[in-house]
């Protein structure tokens, strides 16, 4: 069974950089999608950016598009979410999450990670 865990949350203020990482565990990934997804206060999770583990096409949602680059890095089993030109709006709980199908939809990710805090000041 995969298990995720996320690094790298935390707070900053508007304008900067963070960069979140995923790393997955109990066996090597080889197929399949791995995303970011985000959730904030009163809010429903959405979706931030994917990538497949084969080939690594990515996507991304149209607010962090040309602010966000997801990347993975395969002999490590590990994605990594780098988070530009940050925005108050951009506060959430990041969780990564991993699909055996090639998808963006959250309900087809069926393993998630506990989540790791990002928190943008004004």
């Known amino acids: 069974q995969v298990q995720l865990a996320e690094s790298g949350g935390g707070l900053v203020q508007a304008g900067g950089s963070l960069r979140l990482s995923c790393t997955a565990s109990?066996?090597?990934?080889?197929?399949?999608?791995m995303g970011w997804f985000r959730q904030a206060p009163g809010k429903e999770r959405e979706f931030v950016a994917a990538?497949?583990?084969?080939?690594?096409?990515?996507y991304y949602a149209d607010s962090v598009k040309g602010r966000f680059t997801i990347s993975k890095h395969n002999t490590k089993n590990t994605i990594t979410l780098q988070m530009n030109s940050l925005k108050p709006e951009d506060t959430a709980v990041y969780y990564c999450?991993?699909?055996?199908?090639?998808?963006?939809?959250?309900?087809?990710?069926?393993?998630w990670g506990q989540g790791t805090q990002v928190t943008v000041s004004s």
């Open positions: 990538i497949t583990w084969t080939g690594g096409r990515t």
């Open positions: 109990g066996r090597t990934l080889s197929s399949g999608a």
């Open positions: 999450a991993y699909s055996e199908i090639i998808t963006v939809r959250l309900h087809e990710f069926d393993i």
